[in-house]
């Protein structure tokens, strides 16, 4: 859908004062992020850019393949730090990127448990003759 001509003015002497997302939500998702982009950018403007954290936080959210509770190790509990201590003991990280707990497939309970502790929404893997 063009942008309506009203809505363009807007942008054009506003653009600086929100970022995408917050163009798109001002908007009502009448508009998608592409489209917003694409008019303030052609018109030689550019948006409200999102602060580190905000941009580390989206970015993350966007790489992962399954949902998972990221602040789950933002607070410390016994359960957390039971967590912690068997990914240090029996875990192992790859490329910075990906995780893995080994344990005894008769100890699967556990990862079970620890998936939804972390609201984890993907597949728990069995493991053959590693």
């Not at 508009?31 to 580190?52: A, G, M, Q, V």
């Not at 995780?99 to 069995?126: C, M, Q, S, W």
């Amino acid at each position: 859908m063009p942008i309506l001509p009203e809505h363009k003015e807007i942008l054009l002497t506003q653009s600086e004062s929100k970022t995408l997302p917050e163009w798109v939500d001002y908007f009502g998702g009448q508009y998608d992020k592409k489209t917003i982009s694409n008019f303030i950018y052609h018109n030689k403007r550019k948006p409200k850019k999102l602060d580190k954290t905000t941009k580390s936080m989206i970015q993350s959210q966007n790489a992962r393949k399954y949902r998972i509770n990221q602040d789950y190790f933002k607070t410390w509990s016994r359960d957390m730090a039971y967590i912690l201590g068997l990914w240090f003991a029996d875990g192992c990280i790859y490329s910075g990127k990906m995780f893995d707990i080994t344990l005894h497939a008769k100890d699967k309970y556990v990862l079970k448990r620890i998936a939804e502790k972390l609201n984890y929404e993907g597949p728990l893997y069995d493991y053959v003759d590693r």
